[in-house]
Structures are given as structure tokens and as C-alpha cells.
């Protein structure tokens, strides 16, 4: 039976109950190096406390996280039902708005390729691609580690899904039944 220990108006997002033990997909784009460093922190520190292991990639840019989470899907490595290597997926990466519409053109396009690719292929997805005005707005966004780092948050979500994910794989044999 399960309890639904986790609902309620009083519970925050960190109240809520994750995955614990699984191994995480964490693709980065460390353009930012200096704002790439506690948000890779975060999320690990969070992983950690979780039981969970992660395998890190990194690409260049932001516009090329949603393309290796689709080749890792084409591997047979994330998505889908049934085992695979990965439970889920953590995306961190940042993106300064600069003085031409490229800011606007690669927010909308990375966040709506990782979205779309999440749903297509059932991927719990914690997206800690920060969309900032400035350096000095990302770092305030990245930093406070596990506690209250959006690389931390990112994790939390990710594990969360993946927590889902197995509730409804059991709702769903009982009531097969």
C-alpha cells in the first residue's frame, strides 16, 4: 500500500518525497565556468544526500543540451519504458542576455526542445538552465548549494519525477488487477 505521506497545502517542494539510489543523466554547458561551478554543486550535493550517482557530459552551449539528450535517447540510454542507464536527466547551463535577440532565440529554443523532448520520450527532466540579465543574476541563482541552489532545485525535481514515476508503475499494477 502506499501512503500518501506528501500531499497537502503546508508542504513546500522540499518537503516532498525523491528518489533515492538511482543514476542520473547531468548534461551542462559551462560557457559560464564561474556560474557552471555551484550549480554543478548544487545538483551533486543534492544527488548525494539522495543516494543517487550521476554521469556528467559537457557540451558547449546551451543550444546543445536538448541535441545530447536526444542522442542519449537514440542510444537506448535515457526515456521510454523499462530499464535503461539513466532514471532521469539534469540540465544546467546559463544564458546571459546580451545586446542582440540571440538571448531570446536560444532561451525559447533550448527550453522548448528539452521540454518537448522530456514528453516525447518520458524523460524525467529537472531543466536549471538559468535566463538571466546578468552574471551577477546568475550567481545569486546558482549559489546555496543543496539547500537553496537552482542546480539543487533542478536535482529535486528530477528525482521527484522519477519518485512519481515508480508511484504510478505501482498504482497502475493494482489496479490492473
Known amino acids: 500500500m502506499i501512503k500518501k505521506n506528501d500531499t497537502g497545502p503546508e508542504l513546500t517542494a522540499s518537503h516532498l518525497a525523491l528518489a533515492t539510489g538511482v543514476r542520473i543523466l547531468l548534461v551542462e554547458a559551462p ?40 542522442l542519449a535517447v537514440e542510444q537506448g540510454l535515457i526515456g521510454g519504458a523499462g530499464e535503461r542507464r539513466y532514471a532521469g536527466a539534469i540540465v544546467l547551463g546559463c544564458v546571459i542576455r546580451g545586446e542582440t535577440s540571440h538571448y531570446d532565440i536560444v532561451c525559447n529554443v533550448t527550453n522548448q526542445s528539452l521540454m518537448d523532448t522530456a514528453l516525447r520520450h518520458r524523460i524525467p527532466l529537472g531543466n536549471a538552465i538559468l535566463t538571466v540579465e546578468s552574471e551577477a543574476q546568475a550567481l545569486a541563482r546558482a549559489e546555496g548549494g543543496a539547500e537553496t541552489g537552482k542546480g539543487a532545485d533542478a536535482a529535486r525535481a528530477c528525482l521527484r519525477l522519477v519518485w512519481l514515476r515508480s508511484q504510478f508503475h505501482v498504482y497502475a499494477k493494482a489496479y490492473a488487477s
Open 31 to 70: 560557457y559560464y565556468p564561474n556560474v557552471m561551478a555551484p550549480l554543478v554543486e548544487g545538483a551533486l550535493e543534492l544527488l548525494h544526500q539522495n543516494r543517487c550517482e550521476a554521469d556528467r557530459f559537457a557540451v558547449p552551449g546551451a543550444l546543445e543540451i536538448p541535441q545530447a539528450l536526444e
